[in-house]
């Protein structure tokens, strides 16, 4: 079943690569709606789906 839900960011301490935001960081990221570790980061295996 599609996703019923759609959410945007909005990277309002880097405006100029909002709405992505750096994985460049401490402990935590901080977005305006949630708070995500580095353990929370997934990305796509390279040569899967999208390659």
Known sequence: MPAQET?????PN???ISPWYSIDFANQ???PEWTFSKDDLKRFKKG???D
């Open 7 to 11: 959410q945007i960011l909005k990277n």
């Open 14 to 16: 880097e405006e100029d």
């Open 29 to 31: 990221l901080q977005t």
């Open 48 to 50: 899967s789906m999208l």
